[in-house]
């Protein structure tokens, strides 16, 4: 990720009390399973968590904080 976009989303985890290394990302590589591109979880992936989509490492991590609001 970019040097700026590093630290908006620090500025974005910290009002929602995360850490962004709290953060994982997964690149979804195999298109027939997910034609979103990037995944991203708080922690491991569990059964029931909640899951940002998003074509770009970045845009999955802002859909997962906006899912946590």
Known sequence: MANENDERLHRICAARGLRLEDIKTYDDYAP?????????????????????????????IEDLLDQLD
Do not use: M, N
């Open 32 to 60: 027939r399973y997910s034609h979103f591109g990037w995944s991203a979880t708080v922690g491991d992936y569990d059964l029931g968590c909640k899951v940002g989509t998003g074509p770009t490492q970045e845009a999955a």
